[in-house]
T-cell receptor, first 114, second 113 residues
Framework: GAVVSQHPSWVICKSGTSVKIECRSLDFQATTMFWYRQFPKQSLMLMATSNEGSKATYEQGVEKDKFLINHASLTLSTLTVTSAHPEDSSFYIC??????????FGPGTRLTVT | SQQGEEDPQALSIQEGENATMNCSYK?????LQWYRQNSGRGLVHLILIRSNEREKHSGRLRVTLDTSKKSSSLLITASRAADTASYFCATARNTGTASKLTFGTGTRLQVTL
C-alpha cells in the first residue's frame, strides 16, 4: 500500500525557535497533501491544504505566517512552525492524497516547545 | 465548526463483546471513512462508505450510513484486546481535485481481557 513518512517523529525545541517537519510520499506522487494538528485526547483539525507548485490554502483561524508550508515536489511537503511557543506543542500529522481517492496518513510528529 | 460528533466518547468492553460507535455530521458528503489511531501514533484507514451506500462490511467491521439523518455507525464484532484504540469518523467533501476530510471527535475504545 501507499506509504507516507514524516520526519522527525518527535522534536523538542526552545520557545522562539523554528521547527521544520517533512512529509514524504514514498511510493507515489501526491499533488495534494494535508496538514493536521491534534492536541492530546482530541480529534484531528485540518490546518492547511498543500498543493504542489502553488501556495497552500489555510483553514480559518490558522496563521499562514506562523505555519509555513512548502510543497516543492510531488513527494515532499514541509511544515515550518516559526517562532514556536509552548501552545504550539502538539501532534502534527500529514496526509497525501492518492489517485484512489483515499488519503494516506503519516505517522505523525510530536512537537514539544519548552 | 464542521466537525462531527461521535458517541460515546469512551467505551469499555470485555474481549469477545461487540463495540458500536456512532458518528453524526453536519454537511452533505461524498463519502464517510473510519480510522483507528493507537495512542500517540498515526491513523490507520479502516473502511470507506460512499454516500450512495447504506452498509458495508470488512472482516469484523460493519459500517452503516444514513444520509437522511447524517449519521453513521461502526460495529466491531468479537472484539479483541488489540482493538483498543481511538476511532474517528471522517467525512469527505470535494474541493476540486482532492477531498478534504473533517474528523469527528472520536471514541476511545478499551477492550479488556
Amino acid at each position: 500500500g501507499a506509504v507516507v513518512s514524516q520526519h522527525p517523529s518527535w522534536v523538542i525545541c526552545k520557545s522562539g525557535t523554528s521547527v521544520k517537519i517533512e512529509c514524504r510520499s514514498l511510493d507515489f506522487q501526491a499533488t495534494t497533501m494535508f496538514w493536521y494538528r491534534q492536541f492530546p485526547k482530541q480529534s484531528l483539525m485540518l490546518m492547511a491544504t498543500s498543493n504542489e507548485g502553488s501556495k497552500a490554502t489555510y483553514e480559518q483561524g490558522v496563521e499562514k505566517d506562523k505555519f509555513l508550508i512548502n510543497h516543492a515536489s510531488l513527494t515532499l511537503s514541509t511544515l515550518t512552525v516559526t517562532s514556536a511557543h509552548p501552545e504550539d506543542s502538539s501532534f502534527y500529522i500529514c496526509s497525501a492524497y492518492g489517485l484512489s481517492n483515499e488519503q494516506y496518513f503519516g505517522p505523525g510528529t510530536r512537537l514539544t516547545v519548552t | 465548526s464542521q466537525q462531527g460528533e461521535e458517541d460515546p466518547q469512551a467505551l469499555s468492553i470485555q474481549e469477545g463483546e461487540n463495540a458500536t460507535m456512532n458518528c453524526s455530521y453536519k454537511t452533505s458528503i461524498n463519502n464517510l471513512q473510519w480510522y483507528r489511531q493507537n495512542s500517540g501514533r498515526g491513523l490507520v484507514h479502516l473502511i470507506l462508505i460512499r454516500s450512495n451506500e447504506r452498509e458495508k462490511h470488512s472482516g469484523r467491521l460493519r459500517v452503516t450510513l444514513d444520509t437522511s439523518k447524517k449519521s453513521s455507525s461502526l460495529l466491531i464484532t468479537a472484539s479483541r484486546a488489540a482493538d483498543t484504540a481511538s476511532y474517528f469518523c471522517a467525512t469527505a467533501r470535494n474541493t476540486g481535485t482532492a477531498s478534504k476530510l473533517t474528523f469527528g471527535t472520536g471514541t476511545r475504545l478499551q477492550v479488556t481481557l
